[in-house]
């Protein structure tokens, strides 16, 4: 079994992650999904195994990718931003996308708002955005993979 933390949409507040590093100790991946990637700087220097991240649209000059895959115990998750898949008017495109790479999940922020849905039988998931930490509004996906089943949790609510 292995569980993730899933957050998108930090826009620079780094305190907002911080608050999360006891969190991402006891947990075996964290994936930040854009807007604010560099945000990870301290938590990649801590836990350098554990950390995958992806460039937003607000992420200027940044060595790191657009998108990836990553596969935890038998699941393939594909994780983006998603404004390259026009997440704010559907998600056709990223269930399509995910399902041509022959992932089960993809991953995707830039709305702010956090969502859950099926598609073509591909989970997508929104942690919405972690600009603010939980107690102040933001949210973030807590996720347990147990061999080929998982189940995401969305935490906290993104009020933006």
């Known amino acids: 079994m292995k ?3 899933i957050i998108s949409d930090t826009h620079g507040n780094y305190r907002a992650v911080e608050s999360l590093l006891p ?13 604010g990637a560099v945000d990870m700087r301290e938590v990649r220097t ?28 038998c699941v ?22 995910a399902k041509e790479k022959g992932c089960d999940i993809a ?18 998931i929104n942690p919405g955005s972690f600009k603010r930490s939980v107690e102040n509004g933001g949210s973030y996906c807590y996720l347990v993979i147990n061999r080929e089943k998982f189940t995401p949790v969305i935490v906290g609510e993104s009020v933006y």
């Open 46 to 73: 801590q836990y350098p195994e554990k950390v995958y991240a992806c460039n937003g649209n607000c992420d200027f000059f940044s060595p790191i990718p657009e998108e990836g895959i990553l596969e935890v115990e």
């Open 107 to 124: 991953l995707y922020g830039h709305t702010h708002q956090a969502d859950i849905t099926e598609i073509d039988g591909v989970t997508l």
């Open 76 to 97: 393939r998750i594909f994780y983006c931003h998603g404004h390259k898949y026009r997440v704010k008017s559907e998600l056709t495109r990223l269930a399509q996308a």
């Open 23 to 35: 969190r991402i100790a006891e947990n075996d991946y964290i994936v930040h999904l854009g807007d």
């Open 3 to 5: 569980k993730l933390i």
